[in-house]
């Protein structure tokens, strides 16, 4: 079993930065490809980036490429989404979530296994 905890959401204007962090727990960390996705009031939820096991590969969302980076540290189980020049229509309940035992990159919601609770980000402009 693992558990995800998000923090680091809250208010900024836009221009602003937030870096959100992802505290996973269980031993298997190291070998999930983690993912952040992203749930704005009526919309769909989307996946806004994704790092392997190994961390040798990315994705992100068209939306947020050049702005956002995603990062993992093993040694912490953490998994970080470095957010710069956010935009109003960046705001949204952010998650983390975990894909077990994968060495690829995994966009669909439906293919992960484990999710954080949800950390709330909003952008004023």
């Known amino acids: 079993q693992v558990q995800l905890v998000e923090s680091g959401g809250g208010l900024v204007q836009a221009g602003g930065s937030l870096r959100l962090s992802c505290a996973a727990s269980?031993?298997?960390?190291?070998?999930?490809?983690m993912g952040w996705f992203r749930q704005a009031p009526g919309k769909d939820r989307e996946c806004v980036a994704a790092i392997t096991s190994s961390g040798s590969s990315t994705y992100y969302a068209d939306s947020v490429k050049g702005r956002f980076t995603i990062s993992r540290d093993d040694a912490k189980s953490t998994v970080y989404l470095q957010m710069n020049n956010l935009k109003p229509e960046d705001t949204a309940v952010y998650y983390c979530?975990?894909?077990?035992?994968?060495?690829?990159?995994?966009?669909?919601?439906?293919?992960?296994?484990?999710w954080g609770q949800g950390t709330q980000v909003t952008i004023s402009s």
């Open positions: 269980g031993p298997t960390f190291s070998r999930n490809t």
């Open positions: 979530a975990a894909h077990a035992g994968s060495s690829l990159i995994v966009i669909s919601g439906r293919s992960y296994h484990y």
